[in-house]
């Protein structure tokens, strides 16, 4: 967005200026964002909201302090790889990492979800997942897998970088024991910064790093050599050093606050709205995709028809200027705000081409 791209080209212009740059400016924003992010994503403790640089960051914060000495990891299949290499360290201490694959079934989506819920035994002591898968779209009931952990004792982390921002997620309802989200996605900001939500599970684990901004009373700049033993409250340890970054935090926060005007529900009406139609005719021409229960709106999956070699739909997205992820045998599409009906015409005409060129070549 243009006021995000400005927002950071004021970030830098500041810095002509540093002594313009008061204590108060290293905690001010953040907190505001802090506020902003809780209620994006329905969450009533802002001090839980904390500023991370990447997934796999967030990610290690959680698996350095899970309460468990031993049991079951759970994924799910071909989760982006920062929230799979981090758990791989728990292997070396004795705990069993499981991988939940979609069955091969006409009702793939619906079916996985319950094969996750299956999966779950008094051995689970994590799910580790996303909101929807990242290379497809198939939405996963988080509200189900959680009431199913709470019977185990089980913590629930959710990786939120492909939905936050364009599906609707309430802290509230799905009471995520971690949700760590990369800002430059669904989130619209810019790269290099995400957040991460931390519960109580989290409340007594030790950081990542040791920066002097976490601990309490950082703000009295005058007494930071009278070095601190505690840390600010509730999730506020596992902030990033130099989590102020005067250029990326106002990027995000402007991102946010546009986020909460289109609010997430829009955005998932907007672009069920703009694709029902295209939808159906890409299943006309054989093109699989998941019944609307199981994926969501902003971004889905289409899988080829047989006959149709992957190469020629990428000639000819290329050649019709189309950008959409070529993942497998699928194709990603995510539309958004930015679309109109003419984006869809164009994704139309070049997943068409190979269909009837290969028709063409039977006849
Ligand atoms: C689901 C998901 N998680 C995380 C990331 C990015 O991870 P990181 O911030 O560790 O680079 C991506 C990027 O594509 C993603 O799709």
Not at 224 to 234: A, D, F, K
Not at 266 to 277: F, G, H, P, R, V
Request: glycine content about 6%.
């Amino acid at each position: 967005m243009k006021k995000v791209e400005n927002a950071g080209i004021n970030g830098i212009k500041q810095k002509r200026k540093p002594f313009h740059i008061s204590p108060d400016d290293f905690f001010d924003e953040t907190e505001v964002l802090r506020k902003n992010y809780s209620e994006l994503i329905d969450n009533p403790e802002p001090s839980r909201i904390v500023v991370i640089p990447s997934v796999s960051y967030g990610i290690a914060n959680v698996v350095n302090n899970i309460p468990f000495k031993d049991g079951e990891i759970l994924l799910c299949d071909e989760q982006f790889p920062s929230n799979v290499y981090p758990w791989w360290r728990l292997k070396e201490k004795g705990f069993e990492l499981k991988t939940i694959a979609p069955p091969n079934s006409e009702k793939r989506g619906e079916s996985w979800n319950e094969k996750i819920l299956e999966s779950i035994t008094d051995r689970t002591r994590v799910i580790s997942m996303g909101h929807i898968h990242w290379s497809d779209g198939t939405l996963f009931q988080l509200e189900r897998i959680r009431a199913a952990l709470d019977k185990v004792g089980g913590l629930l982390v959710i990786d939120g970088t492909q939905s936050v921002g364009a599906l609707p997620f309430s802290i509230k309802k799905i009471r995520p024991d971690a949700l760590i989200c990369a800002g430059y996605k669904w989130l619209m900001g810019p790269y290099s910064i995400g957040l991460a939500y931390y519960g109580p599970a989290f409340d007594h684990g030790v950081p990542l790093e040791e920066n002097w901004i976490n601990r309490l009373d950082s703000d009295n700049f005058s007494e930071l050599v009278n070095y601190q033993e505690s840390y600010r409250e509730m999730s506020l340890r596992y902030e990033v050093g130099e989590h102020s970054n005067f250029i990326l935090v106002p990027m995000l926060h402007k991102a946010i606050k546009q986020l909460i005007k289109w609010n997430p529900d829009s955005i998932q009406a907007y672009t069920k709205d703009l694709m029902k139609d295209a939808i159906n005719q890409l299943s006309e021409w054989g093109y699989r995709i998941e019944n609307e229960n199981y994926r969501a709106h902003h971004m889905f999956g289409a899988r080829l028809p047989e006959k149709i070699a992957i190469e020629k739909l990428g000639h000819a997205f290329h050649t019709n200027r189309v950008s959409v992820s070529v993942r497998g045998n699928a194709v990603r599409i995510s539309p958004n705000v930015y679309n109109d009906e003419m984006d869809v015409r164009k994704l139309l005409k070049a997943m068409k081409e190979p269909i009837f060129a290969s028709k063409t070549l039977e006849q």
